[in-house]
């Protein structure tokens, strides 16, 4: 059976809307979401009305997290200090602008959804705030689909859809200095794993302006990325008119992303 | 001369074993560096005398090099050092009386300079460290899924890791390594294969078993403090 998996809204209503009817007419009705309704975008409150409206099973995104607790990224996960103050002013409006019963919705969220073989969480099996990147180091990436024990990892916060397949590995190990005469020599084979990546509905960065998401088939193993548009100069209207940094609008509008970049995972933070 | 370092742990308070392991390292040969990859406190033991001696060394001790342990991280916890979080994880598990036991085994005036302490260092390719980056409670084992080795040591972008959480003393090399990745997105398909370069994991031991690790070697040697009294017994000596 098919089933949507969709990440990182940030309170772009359009988006949502547009990709919520792409999912309908498909005639898919079993919805995941990864998180991060809120951040960025003008309409957090609505956003999170209409997830709770149709029941879509939700985990708590970086932003979720973030504007129920006080913010928890590391400032390194800024590129630079313009873009961390125009994330901590995003920060404070969405904290300001949310009612009181959408900030315990977000507060309640699960940190992960397990569904038979497949695991939900935002950024990864470790924390909100982990970025899983296509490229990130292959061994590093299976270890955490396998400590999560799970087959497939679904995953978002990075904003840009992929799917990876960790596939026909093997390590070989040795233990050096044991006492024992012989040297314990062992050789085993990795399972094959995969990562998907939702990418964003009201955040693209992937290149395009359209809104991503995933179409995961349980029974053939297929999974699909999906790009649907949206009607961008609403959002980006809205977002002028909310007071929020123009950058905002203007990154949807061109597909690029300036300000927050994803890290690689393997970025050591001694917060 | 020959460069190596003497790495230890989980004093928890036992200066008689530091004594004993100063000693030992004078009459090590080669241009040893001295690390305490923390645990120098715990609820055992007053530890005041072996915390002075750590920040105030004798002038024939080696300058002992300290970062902070699992033991440290309860304490600054549990002394505001972090925020509104409590050594909740001690609590529960060892009790109420653990934690007083801790409170009182340091004096006050220390919690500055443990509070300073670094999380870890990294010396040439090598990242020295309590558990790991990940936590500083990460207890790696021989039994530690390799693949979760593999996790730690990328991490901190080194080829070996020494670690002292689990208290064991082992050295296991990842020998060899490959993993197939096929990354499917909107521009295509990409296929890649990785491999791994040998890296090692070195549990350092812990109180009277430590490590002395020869630089240009990579050879490690477990020792117990006072080894050099019963080395002939012991063969020491056969891997440097
Ligand atoms: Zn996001
Ligand atoms: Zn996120």
């Not at chain 1, 299976?142 to 990075?158: D, P, Q, S, W, Y």
């Not at chain 2, 084992?141 to 670690?163: E, G, H, M, S």
Request: charged share 25%; with cysteine; net charge negative.
């Amino acid at each position: 059976m098919n089933q949507a998996v969709i990440s990182c809204l940030h309170a772009n209503l359009p988006a949502v809307e547009a990709v919520l009817k792409d999912i309908e007419l498909q005639g898919i009705t079993n919805i995941t979401c990864l998180g991060d309704l809120v951040g960025y975008g003008p309409q957090p409150n609505e956003v999170i009305e209409l997830i709770k409206e149709k029941k879509i099973a939700t985990c708590q995104g970086c932003w979720d997290e973030d504007v129920v607790d006080g913010l928890d990224a590391c400032d390194c996960s800024y590129p630079s200090q313009i873009a961390e103050r125009r994330g901590h002013f995003a920060h404070q409006w969405t904290t300001e602008k949310l009612t009181k019963e959408n900030k315990d919705f977000l507060a309640n969220l699960p940190y992960s959804i397990r569904k038979d073989e497949c695991l939900f969480v935002h950024g990864s099996p470790n924390s909100q705030h982990e970025y899983l990147l296509p490229d990130m180091d292959a061994f590093a990436a299976l270890e955490r689909v396998e400590n999560a024990k799970a087959e497939i990892l679904f995953c978002g916060h990075t904003h840009q859809p992929y799917i990876r397949e960790l596939a026909n590995g093997s390590i070989s190990v040795k233990v050096k200095n044991s006492g024992s005469k012989d040297i314990q020599k062992k050789e085993m084979n990795l399972p094959m794993r995969r990562i998907v990546n939702a990418g964003s509905v009201g955040e693209p960065r992937h290149g395009g302006t359209k809104a991503t998401y995933v179409v995961y088939n349980d029974i053939t193993n297929d999974v699909k990325i999906r790009e649907v548009e949206y009607d961008i100069e609403l959002t980006c209207k809205a977002i002028i008119n909310a007071g929020l940094p123009p950058i905002f609008a203007w990154r949807l509008k061109n597909g690029f992303e300036f300000a927050e970049r994803a890290e690689d995972a393997s970025h050591f933070c001694e917060r | 001369m020959i460069e190596r370092w003497a790495l230890i742990s989980g004093l928890k308070g036992d200066l008689d074993t530091y004594e004993l392991i100063q000693k030992d390292l004078k009459k090590t040969p080669g241009n040893i560096t001295l690390f305490v990859l923390g645990d120098m406190i715990g609820p055992e033991k007053n530890c005041n005398k072996l915390l002075h001696r750590l920040i105030n060394p004798k002038s024939n001790d080696l300058q002992p090099w300290c970062i902070y342990g699992w033991w440290e991280e309860q304490i600054l916890l549990e002394s505001g050092y972090r925020g509104n979080q409590r050594a909740e994880a001690l609590r529960i598990n060892k009790g109420e009386e653990v934690v007083k036991s801790l409170i009182n085994a340091v004096d006050k005036s220390f919690l500055d300079w443990i509070a300073a302490l670094q999380f870890g260092f990294v010396e040439l390719d090598c990242g020295l460290i309590h558990g790991s980056s990940k936590d500083v409670g990460d207890d790696l084992t021989l039994d530690t899924p390799p693949l979760t080795l593999l996790d730690r040591l990328t991490r901190l972008q080194v080829n070996r890791l020494f670690t002292a959480r689990s208290t064991q003393q082992f050295h296991l090399e990842l020998t060899e390594g490959i993993l197939n990745s096929e990354v499917h997105d909107l521009t295509g398909n990409h296929k890649k294969e990785q491999k791994v370069p040998q890296k090692a994991v070195i549990g350092v031991g812990a109180g009277k078993n430590y490590t002395l690790y020869d630089v240009g070697t990579d050879n490690t040697q477990f020792v117990r403090a006072g080894y050099q009294s019963e080395k002939k017994k012991n063969g020491f000596g056969l891997h440097f």
